[in-house]
């Protein structure tokens, strides 16, 4: 069964950092373009960073970049994101995302990754 499960999210001072993990299960996961998506409460999902299959190449969304490293480890199967300079913009549901096989490069549209998380809450506060 494919999984994807989230940890890390939590509470923290504007600022602060969090560092997100996400563990796959089920999936061949280096063989998956990866990526995190955000919600914000009552904003529609949006696209923060995605990751290629090798770790090579990164793409950022311009709220994040700069404060947002996406990385991976494919020996363990886990994509993570170092969260710095936080913001309470950036209060959100965190999702991680995987695309299938076929896919060889990183997307930023929600119908374009095939796998979910079931997400973490990040609350920054000011």
């Known amino acids: 069964q494919e999984q994807l499960v989230e940890s890390g999210g939590g509470l923290v001072q504007a600022g602060g950092s969090l560092r997100l993990s996400c563990a796959a299960s089920?999936?061949?996961?280096?063989?998956?373009?990866m990526g995190w998506f955000r919600q914000a409460p009552g904003k529609e999902r949006e696209f923060a960073a995605g990751?290629?299959?090798?770790?090579?190449?990164?793409y950022y969304a311009d709220s994040v970049k700069g404060r947002f490293t996406i990385s991976r480890d494919n020996a363990k199967n886990t994509v993570y994101l170092q969260m710095n300079g936080l913001k309470p913009e950036d209060t959100a549901v965190y999702y991680c995302?995987?695309?299938?096989?076929?896919?060889?490069?990183?997307?930023?549209?929600?119908?374009?990754?095939?796998?979910w998380g079931q997400g973490t809450q990040v609350t920054v506060s000011s």
């Open positions: 089920g999936i061949t996961f280096s063989n998956r373009v």
């Open positions: 995302v995987a695309r299938s096989t076929m896919a060889l490069t990183i997307a930023t549209r929600i119908n374009e990754y095939a796998y």
């Open positions: 990751i290629t299959r090798s770790g090579g190449n990164t």
